[in-house]
Structures are given as C-alpha cells and as structure tokens.
C-alpha cells in the first residue's frame, strides 16, 4: 500500500486527488514562517488556538472554527497553547467555486466528521465511495458563511504601520489623536480611512485586536484577571462584560476557557 507524502510536498501537488486530510495533535506550541501552496488550504482546530496572519489581515481559529486559504495565498501561522485540529488540501481545480480570499468560519458536525473520515485514508487512492465523501467537503466549504474572527489590515502604509503596532501591542492605549501624530498624519485622516479600509472603526478595530489576544491568552491557561489587566482594560469586570457582549459567554464559560 503506498503511504501518502508529507503536507509540505502535498500541498503544492496538483496533479493528486481533489481533497488530502491530515490529522494533528499538538503538544506544543508551534509557529510557521510565510509561505504558500499551490493548493487551496484549510486548518481546524478542535482544542486549543492558532492564529493565521497574511498581508491582508490576522485571523484567529479557536475551537470548533476553521480558516480557509485559497490557493497561492501567503501566509504565517501560531498555535497557543496544547491542542488538536486537522488540515485539509483541495486541488486547484476543487478551489474554483471557493472563496478567493481567506476567511474564518464555523465547522459544522457534518464537514467536521467527513474531513476526520478523509484523513483517516491510508493512501490516495481516491474510488468512487471517497470521491463522494471529497465531493461532500467542496459543497460544504463553499457554503459556510464568514465569521466576525478576522482583523482586516488597512492598505494605508500611515494605517498599517498602527495596526501593525497594535497586534504586536494591542494593550497600548495611546489615543486618536496621538496614534494618529506618531503614524504621520491626522485623526480625521485616521478615523475617516479606518472604516473605509477594515470595515471597522479604530477603536472597533483596537477592541477586536485586544479580543483575538484574549482568545490566545485563554488557550494558554492564563487567568482572566491577568489577561484583562494586561491588555489594558480598566477593569476585569468591564472586559468579562464586554466578552460577553462578543462571544455570547464569559471567558471562563468560553470552550477554550472550559478545556484549561
């Protein structure tokens, strides 16, 4: 029986089946350098955090999410804390009807248990009862809708260099106005292009920031007061609140506060 070549090499195969799953357990934090694939990709997580950084934007996948990258798209990666999840490559041909730009979503039980039977393959050999099971993962991908786990980059060089800033430091608490003079430019300027170019108002953009790194901070068992204190809110019970407001549950009642 031939055994299947390492993702690396799989995800730059075109000429191979439509859809090649791995499973993966992590025991310990790992991080990956920019890079692309040939083929369409997609990473899930079931335990644990990774965050997914291109030059359009950061993309956080706790537990029970996904993101997806089209094909040829450049991109780094981060897990936080111990985890477990699953990747899946699609052919080029598989991509066509997929979205072309990358975007983290929800993973129903369906897909979620149709890629865990793909990974299970031993080799590649695809017959007709995989193909219908490889089918079934094109046709669920193509139909998930976006989830609000994204941090668009602005295109703004002035704009990018603070959001840039503030992943590295999302706790930084500067105003507007002095965020504004130290990128060169006005806090018109800056609250004007902001939304224009992300979507997001500054400070929804600052907040949501702030969010991603608690949702990384969790996953790295550390203390909800540690974390509100840390990234910069006044009080614990302001953050817990506005936690609540986003996710729907408190830090501790989140999966990834629950699996600590």
């Given at each position: 029986?031939?055994?299947?070549?390492?993702?690396?090499?799989?995800?730059?195969?075109v000429?191979?089946?439509?859809?090649?799953?791995?499973?993966?357990?992590?025991?310990?934090?790992?991080a990956?350098?920019?890079?692309?694939?040939?083929r369409g990709?997609?990473?899930?997580?079931?335990?644990?955090?990774?965050?997914?950084?291109?030059?359009?934007?950061?993309?956080?996948?706790?537990?029970?999410?996904?993101?997806?990258?089209?094909?040829?798209?450049?991109?780094?990666?981060?897990s936080?804390?111990?985890?477990?999840?699953?990747?899946?490559?699609?052919?080029?041909?598989?991509?066509?009807?997929?979205?072309?730009t990358?975007?983290?979503?929800?993973?129903?039980p369906?897909?979620?248990?149709?890629?865990?039977?793909?990974?299970?393959?031993?080799?590649?050999?695809m017959?007709?009862?995989?193909?219908?099971i490889?089918?079934?993962?094109?046709?669920?991908?193509?139909?998930?809708?976006a989830?609000?786990?994204?941090?668009?980059?602005?295109?703004?060089?002035?704009?990018?260099?603070?959001?840039?800033?503030?992943l590295?430091?999302?706790?930084?608490?500067?105003?507007?106005?002095?965020?504004?003079?130290?990128?060169?430019?006005?806090?018109?300027?800056l609250s004007r292009r902001?939304?224009?170019?992300?979507?997001?108002t500054?400070?929804?953009?600052r907040?949501?920031?702030?969010?991603m790194?608690?949702?990384?901070?969790?996953?790295?068992g550390?203390?909800?007061?540690?974390?509100?204190?840390?990234?910069?809110?006044?009080?614990?019970s302001g953050?817990?609140?506005?936690?609540r407001?986003?996710?729907?549950?408190?830090?501790?009642?989140?999966?990834?506060?629950?699996a600590?």
């Amino acid at each position: 029986m031939m055994s299947r070549p390492p993702p690396d090499q799989i995800g730059n195969d075109v000429e191979g089946p439509s859809v090649v799953a791995f499973a993966v357990e992590l025991r310990t934090e790992f991080a990956t350098p920019p890079h692309s694939h040939t083929r369409g990709q997609m990473i899930g997580c079931s335990r644990g955090v990774v965050t997914i950084v291109t030059d359009a934007g950061s993309w956080i996948v706790p537990a029970g999410h996904a993101i997806w990258l089209p094909p040829y798209q450049v991109h780094g990666g981060q897990s936080f804390g111990p985890g477990a999840g699953w990747s899946l490559y699609l052919s080029p041909a598989a991509c066509q009807t997929l979205p072309p730009t990358p975007r983290t979503v929800a993973v129903p039980p369906l897909l979620r248990e149709a890629i865990l039977r793909a990974a299970s393959w031993p080799d590649e050999a695809m017959d007709e009862a995989r193909q219908r099971i490889a089918d079934l993962i094109i046709h669920e991908i193509g139909m998930l809708p976006a989830e609000a786990l994204g941090l668009p980059i602005p295109h703004d060089p002035r704009l990018r260099r603070i959001a840039r800033a503030l992943l590295e430091q999302p706790a930084d608490g500067r105003s507007v106005h002095q965020w504004a003079a130290w990128a060169g430019t006005t806090a018109r300027t800056l609250s004007r292009r902001f939304p224009q170019e992300t979507g997001l108002t500054f400070v929804d953009w600052r907040q949501r920031a702030r969010l991603m790194r608690a949702l990384e901070m969790l996953a790295e068992g550390t203390p909800v007061t540690t974390i509100a204190i840390d990234l910069g809110y006044s009080s614990v019970s302001g953050f817990i609140a506005l936690f609540r407001r986003t996710f729907g549950v408190t830090p501790a009642a989140h999966p990834i506060g629950r699996a600590q």
